[in-house]
């Protein structure tokens, strides 16, 4: 079995009003995402096509949550954001973060596993799966999902 990872950063603002504390406030980090995928070589000696993993993952971040905001749904900060057009992400709405409904770090992690999914399944990569990631968002907090 054989790995590669994919680094990418972005600049996101979310807030956690359900947990109390500081992370109740509208703040925003610098994250950083690494996502392993794993399987044999192909014919090509290669796991993965390298330039189509990093365009799918880094153009979903930008995308959808590189500097915008991202909210639970039931977040009362939603429909002024919306109202105001600004770019934001609903978590526990958006595909594909159903079932995820408040933009933690360990659901960014899921979500992101879950976008990489999508990428694998989109270019007909036979067993290849996501191994890991890990997203960062301070200099020393991290959440990983292993699989």
């Known amino acids: 079995m054989n790995?590669?990872?994919?680094?990418?950063?972005?600049?996101?603002?979310?807030?956690?009003?359900?947990?109390?504390?500081?992370?109740?406030?509208?703040?925003?980090?610098?994250?950083?995402?690494?996502?392993t995928v794993a399987g044999d070589l192909n014919d090509q000696g290669i796991v993965v096509d390298f330039g189509t993993l990093k365009r799918h993952l880094r153009e979903w971040i930008d995308t959808h949550l590189d500097h915008g905001a991202?909210?639970?749904?039931?977040?009362?900060?939603?429909?002024?954001?919306?109202?105001?057009?600004?770019?934001?992400?609903?978590?526990?709405?958006?595909?594909?973060?159903k079932g995820l409904d408040?933009?933690?770090?360990?659901?960014?992690?899921?979500?992101?596993a879950r976008v990489t999914d999508d990428c694998i399944d989109a270019a007909g990569w036979r067993g290849v799966a996501v191994t890991r990631v890990r997203v960062t968002e301070t200099h020393v907090n991290a959440a990983e999902v292993v699989r």
């Open 3 to 35: 790995q590669v990872t994919v680094r990418h950063n972005f600049e996101t603002a979310h807030r956690l009003p359900h947990l109390g504390g500081k992370c109740q406030n509208l703040h925003g980090h610098s994250w950083w995402a690494e996502v």
């Open 70 to 97: 991202m909210l639970g749904d039931l977040d009362p900060l939603v429909p002024a954001l919306e109202e105001d057009g600004g770019k934001l992400f609903r978590f526990g709405v958006a595909e594909p973060s």
């Open 102 to 112: 408040w933009p933690t770090v360990e659901n960014v992690a899921e979500l992101l």
